[in-house]
């Protein structure tokens, strides 16, 4: 497991820092597992994802076969990808959760008590 450095976060992953902060939580950011690359690892057990809208295709926002020109793959396509990719860290024994970007700007005292919960 190693952390990458990362010059910045991202505007949500910023918002997710600084209420992993306020629960006083030990956390790391841009964290490499296996192949892959998560946004938070709390407790080297617990994976936080920050899932964009747009780049995810949040379902409240995008139909099945809304077609991401940018990933050049539908909406479905980009769940089956994240859902592998959340089932993959299960196996090697992670507890995963992904937050919106809706929810991450729209209600922050929501994700507050959402990561509250998923870390009891």
Partial sequence: MQEKKRSSLNKIE???FNILKKLKV???VQVS???YNVDFLINDQYIVECYGDFWHCN???YKSDYFNKSKKKTAKEIWARDLERK???EEMGYKFI???ESEINNNPKKVKTKLKKYLE
Avoid: M
Wanted: positive net charge; proline residues 6%; aromatic residues 22%.
């Fill in 87 to 89: 089932y993959k860290f």
């Fill in 14 to 16: 910023q918002t997710v």
């Fill in 26 to 28: 030990k956390f790391k």
């Fill in 33 to 35: 597992l296996d192949k």
């Fill in 98 to 100: 992904n937050l919106w």
């Fill in 59 to 61: 379902p409240q926002r």
